[in-house]
């Protein structure tokens, strides 16, 4: 692809999720069926009991959403995008499941439903950028939770972010549904830390291809570097949940350690007040 034949568009920061069928194929690469046995499995474990109601934070298309929906679960999702939240709930009316995409903020969301599991996936919890924004997140998602409620947070391993080796966490892939392909890089190599703010300014680029011709389109996108000793000191400020266990990935018995099959940091969470 040749910058002659190519299109760019440049969009404002925080714009990344406003063109959702994109972002929709991009990320249609999970094992969806098994990441949902491996969240519904870990939260039964520590509730005592199977998971009935679960709530999706900055769902995105809520694959998982969806997933628990199909299996009779009252399962809904949040999301800050009224682009995305719209696109959503138009693939949940066609598969006419019983879910509901919230639009609203995971630091400040109020509801009168409580779920026994909230769980949120991928780059999502980087978009938390302050100390504040975190505990404000857990004070939000205890409140959402039934009593011994179970929170699970898919992140980036801090591994990533602290050693010279290179990314084990894949930044660029391909994916393609019907006539549209799209080439998505992840920040890659077009990001720059702040290490004062421990904030990450970085490009997503996704390269779109259609019938009509080739298309860039490139975000500025601000993600927060967690540290593991940082989180767990905010989770112990905050008070309200107990880490019960910590995974590697959205795999049973991946225990977090820093080989190189561990590429997600997975604290399993439980309500404590």
Known sequence: MTDDTLKIKKHSLSQTYSIPELYDIAFDFRDVPAEVDFLLDTAAVHLGRPV????????????HTREMARRGLKSDGLDLG??????????????????EIFEGDMRTFTSPQKYDLVYILMASYAHLHTNQG???????????????????????HPRDFFQEEPNFTETSWTMSR???????????????????????????????TTPEG?????????????????????????????????FGGLEPGLKLNNDRKCWRLVPIMKKTK
């Open 214 to 246: 080739k298309v860039r389109h490139e975000f500025p996108e601000q993600l927060r570097r967690l540290s593991m000793n940082t989180f767990l000191a905010l989770v112990q400020l905050n008070g309200r949940f107990e880490i019960k266990d910590l």
């Open 178 to 208: 019907g006539d549209i392909t799209v080439e998505t890089n992840w920040g890659g190599d077009h990001q720059q830390f702040d290490p004062l703010t421990e904030i990450d300014d970085v490009t997503v680029i996704f390269d779109v």
């Open 52 to 63: 009935t109601s679960a709530l999706e934070l900055a769902c995105g298309p809520a694959y």
């Open 82 to 99: 009224p682009e995305m939240a719209a696109y959503t709930r138009r693939l949940i009316d066609d598969e006419k499941l019983k879910a």
């Open 134 to 156: 975190i505990i404000d997140n857990l004070n939000c998602t205890a409140d959402l939770l039934t009593d011994g409620g179970i929170y699970i947070i898919s992140t980036a």
